[in-house]
């Protein structure tokens, strides 16, 4: 469905995971496989948008006169990737599962087998959307996403503000068959008036279109307008 809130607006969208190399063999990742960032560029290059997508490493392709592409494969390569358009983007939604940390060291070769255990020294990854809500415009308006966990909205409230979100959405991890790469999602969506409800079980195509819905409807209610940006 068509949203005129969001014609000729620009739009950052991290998706899939991130690579963390420590070897040309090895590295450490997670599970993502990227399909609730490029349903939701989908959703927003419906809308006529211009979608700046960056993605990790991920078997999905999506093409439209309106996406950007850019194929990253570190935390370190995606955060100089979104940094290049915070200056210029309408709306930002940091869907990718970016890894908190990357080894310290990379090897040029092969690290040897050598016994049980193989100590990692690691530095940790500067957060994307954090770096961002530094030094959002007021016109700015971002949302981020963060696992369910423990006191999973004292969390997500916490999260919110730190990193001045408008919305955060809560992906559920108790319920069966909601993991990373699974195509069923059950979410939780927290926004910045502290309103809150749940999305059931569904595909991520169906959820994809229910959190663009979200994202207008709440961007509406706040009275979004933002600059009148051109798409080049």
């Known amino acids: 469905m068509r949203h005129y809130l969001f014609e000729n607006k620009k739009i950052l969208i991290t998706a899939g995971a991130t690579w963390e190399i420590f070897d040309p063999i090895d590295n450490i990742s997670d599970y993502s496989t990227g399909q609730m960032g490029y349903a939701i560029a989908e959703s927003f290059l419906d809308a006529g948008a211009a979608v700046i997508l960056v993605s990790g490493p991920v078997n999905l392709e999506l093409k439209h006169p309106n996406l950007k592409l850019i194929r990253v494969t570190t935390a370190l390569e995606m955060k100089a990737a979104c940094g290049a358009w915070f200056d210029e983007i309408d709306f930002a939604i940091f869907a ?3 890894a908190d940390y990357r080894p310290r060291v990379v090897s040029e070769r092969m ?6 255990e193989q100590p990692i020294m690691k530095i ?3 957060d994307i959307a954090f770096e961002f809500g530094r030094i959002k415009k007021e016109h700015q308006f971002s949302v981020g996403f963060v696992p369910e966990s423990d006191r999973a909205l004292v969390y997500a409230l916490d999260t919110l503000y730190k990193k001045n979100l408008d919305i ?3 992906p559920s991890l108790s319920d069966k068959g909601n993991v990373s790469g699974q195509t069923v999602n ?3 969506i927290l926004n910045r008036e502290l309103e809150t409800h749940s999305i059931e079980l569904t595909s991520t195509s169906e959820l994809a279109g229910s959190l663009f819905n979200e994202i207008a409807e709440f961007a509406s209610s706040i009275n979004y307008e933002g600059p009148e940006t051109l798409v080049a």
């Open 168 to 170: 955060i959405i809560l």
């Open 111 to 116: 690290v040897k087998v050598a016994g049980d």
């Open 96 to 98: 990718a599962t970016v």
């Open 186 to 188: 059950k979410v939780t």
């Open 124 to 126: 940790k990854n500067q």
